[in-house]
């Protein structure tokens, strides 16, 4: 037997996952007894993990920076030449695999609606990028 959302849409067979279905059909109703306190905490811990992932960025691009400083003085720098070629056929690949799968789930999903575009977005780039490099391919 199919659950069925507030919304009509099918949800999750109920023999596979009875509790969570339990949970579904309450509208996560159990969120709202959390203490005060703990909504604050759980509200600071993105914030301070974000504050603390961009100084150690900043840093890490000060290093950086003073590291290529001190060897343009030294007169020993080699400037760094990114792999287009490679960049471009990795992550065309990559983008091709994740759209086709999320593609597929979420026709499976809700069938032709525009959440399909959360699939055919990064399919669609992953082709661009294949294409990109096919013609990267023949220069150099």
Known sequence: MWLKSSWGQNLIYATFCPRLCLILQRGFVMLNHISPAAQVI?????????????VLIF?????????????IKNQNYAP???????????????????GIVLTGMFYAMKGLTWGLLGGLIPLSLGIVFVIFYEFLKNEK
């Open 59 to 71: 840093f890490a691009i000060l290093w950086h920076h003073r590291e290529v400083k001190l060897q």
């Open 42 to 54: 759980v509200c600071i811990i993105p914030i301070v993990a974000l504050v603390l992932a961009f």
């Open 80 to 98: 760094f030449e990114f792999n287009w070629k490679a960049f471009t056929f990795l992550s065309g690949l990559s983008l091709i695999a994740v």
